[in-house]
């Protein structure tokens, strides 16, 4: 399985930033698979943002909850991530993980936020 994420690279502050990654080579509802967006901003260590399992369920990190929003397209097997509201402290290198038998990791996708 190969993983790789897309997003525009400069978001605007206040503005919704949109992110795919996109499983090759393997399916995201694979029995028992669970696929998450993790951050890493300039300085810090890794962030946990949300995780969507092969069923459909999600899980967010109580502290980007209420601006977040985890969602797949199993026909394209796809796993898309919408952050609202976004400020200069949401400049991060954002990255897909996924658990399915093996761990799978995606290069990542810079975004910064900036006017």
């Known amino acids: 399985v190969q993983v790789q994420e897309s997003g525009p690279g400069l978001v605007k502050p206040s503005q919704t930033l949109s992110l795919t990654c996109t499983a090759s080579?393997?399916?995201?509802?694979?029995?028992?698979?669970?696929w998450r967006w993790i951050r890493q901003s300039p300085g810090k260590g890794l962030e946990w943002i949300a995780t969507i399992s092969y069923d459909g369920s999600t899980y967010y990190n109580p502290s980007l909850k209420s601006r977040t929003s985890i969602a797949r397209d199993t026909s394209s097997d796809q796993i898309t991530l919408q952050l609202t509201s976004v400020t200069p402290e949401d400049t991060a290198a954002y990255y897909c993980?996924?658990?399915?038998?093996?761990?799978?990791w995606g290069r990542g996708t810079l975004v910064a936020v900036s006017s």
């Open positions: 080579g393997g399916s995201i509802t694979s029995r028992g698979s669970l």
């Open positions: 993980h996924g658990a399915a038998g093996s761990i799978y």
